[in-house]
């Protein structure tokens, strides 16, 4: 009786624990949410309503700043909200396979086992050692690009990393609206700077007195200032692993394929990387609508084109950034074989 007593209290320590991880995780959100509310409040009444007396000039700045303002929560509100989505019900275990798995104690069968699994998925990353890429924890077979998400305890598709100023994973479900939060994040900050910075100075050499809106427009430059430098470096970062196709985790650790590990091995050039993330309507690119390419449990790679077409094997080395496009809009190999494998997926994937 006593044992069943202290497992109990035990039990509910632990959950008491996991709600108390779970209300502080949004504790980065909240902080977010309150400064964004008070850069409402001091633009809008304080500077808009209070400091300008020039009607046009006090509609013009409202009317960009909304605009400004809409983009900014809508992305954030998406980053925040869009679910990570998981793998699919083809890469998880079936009950026999996992039963096999589980009673096999030698670790050579048992990669084994998950190779035949996977001859039947369009997985071709691989682990540090060749073998198969499989959770432990999820029961699954991990899809080229997808991750375990340790703060989620779910594996990711195309997992980018876990952002606690959302309190989400950022993967492959969200990672355009997590791109464009930090596009307006930075427009909105800037355009803040921007038009403050005239009335900072008039406050700031007296010209202008009014004590309650010195304190708000002077603090909102210093706010808008400070933010808009520390998201110039991460959004350029992330910038820069757009145009390489490439995840936070893969460039930290480049993926490995069957011939070993290829930092560049899902670059298909500049602009079909783009695409990949952001769609090929471009009227959708600036907006936070689901747009990217596929559905995330399976990508075309370079390094795959080339084994599977002899006349590309023998083609010369693609340089080290991965880019051979041609001048004038000409189409090039590069592409036709991309396009190619990525509906050889497909079918493989759907059949």
């Known amino acids: 009786?006593?044992?069943?007593?202290?497992?109990?209290?035990?039990?509910?320590?632990?959950?008491?624990?996991?709600?108390?991880?779970?209300?502080?995780?949004?504790?980065?959100?909240?902080?977010?949410?309150?400064?964004?509310?008070?850069?409402?409040?001091?633009?809008?009444?304080?500077?808009?309503?209070?400091?300008?007396?020039?009607?046009?000039?006090?509609?013009?700045?409202?009317?960009?700043?909304?605009?400004?303002?809409?983009?900014?929560?809508?992305?954030?509100?998406?980053?925040?909200?869009?679910?990570?989505?998981?793998?699919?019900?083809?890469?998880?275990?079936?009950?026999?396979?996992?039963?096999?798995?589980?009673?096999?104690?030698?670790?050579?069968?048992?990669?084994?086992?998950?190779a035949?699994?996977?001859?039947?998925?369009?997985?071709?990353?691989?682990?540090?050692n060749g073998g198969v890429r499989f959770c432990d924890r999820c029961q699954l077979i991990k899809p080229d690009r997808c991750h375990h998400c340790s703060v989620c305890a779910i594996c990711v598709l195309k997992m980018d990393h876990h952002c606690p100023w959302v309190n989400n994973c950022i993967g492959f479900s969200n990672y355009k609206f997590f791109l464009l939060f930090l596009a307006y994040s930075l427009l909105y900050c800037l355009y803040i700077a921007a038009t403050v910075f005239k009335y900072f100075i008039k406050y700031w050499t007296g010209e202008l007195t009014n004590g309650r809106s010195k304190f708000h427009v002077l603090f909102l430059l210093f706010v808008a200032v400070m933010f808009f430098v520390s998201l110039m470096f991460l959004f350029g970062y992330h910038c820069w692993l757009v145009s390489r196709n490439r995840s936070?985790?893969?460039?930290?650790?480049?993926?490995?394929?069957?011939?070993?590990?290829?930092?560049?091995?899902?670059?298909?050039?500049?602009?079909?990387?783009?695409q990949q993330v952001f769609g090929e309507e471009k009227k959708l690119w600036?907006?936070?609508?689901?747009?990217?390419?596929?559905?995330?449990?399976?990508?075309?790679?370079?390094?795959?084109?080339?084994?599977?077409?002899?006349?590309?094997?023998?083609?010369?080395q693609w340089e080290d950034d991965g880019i051979d496009e041609e001048p004038h809009g000409k189409v090039t190999l590069k592409e036709i074989r991309c396009v190619l494998t990525y509906s050889a997926y497909w079918r493989n994937y759907k059949s």
């Open 1 to 114: 009786m006593a044992d069943a007593a202290g497992l109990r209290r035990k039990m509910a320590l632990s959950r008491g624990l996991r709600c108390c991880q779970r209300a502080f995780a949004w504790l980065p959100v909240l902080i977010i949410a309150l400064v964004v509310l008070w850069s409402y409040y001091a633009y809008v009444c304080e500077l808009c309503l209070v400091t300008l007396s020039n009607p046009v000039e006090k509609v013009a700045y409202l009317t960009i700043f909304h605009i400004l303002f809409v983009l900014f929560v809508w992305t954030y509100w998406k980053s925040i909200f869009t679910l990570p989505v998981q793998p699919g019900k083809k890469y998880h275990m079936s009950y026999a396979d996992k039963e096999r798995y589980e009673n096999e104690e030698r670790p050579e069968v048992q990669r084994q086992i998950l």
């Open 116 to 128: 035949e699994i996977a001859r039947k998925l369009p997985v071709y990353t691989r682990t540090g």
């Open 248 to 274: 936070t985790l893969e460039a930290f650790s480049a993926p490995v394929f069957q011939n070993g590990p290829d930092k560049n091995g899902f670059n298909l050039g500049f602009v079909k990387n783009l």
């Open 286 to 316: 600036l907006l936070p609508i689901a747009s990217s390419q596929g559905d995330g449990h399976f990508f075309p790679m370079r390094a795959l084109c080339e084994a599977q077409n002899p006349l590309l094997a023998n083609e010369e």
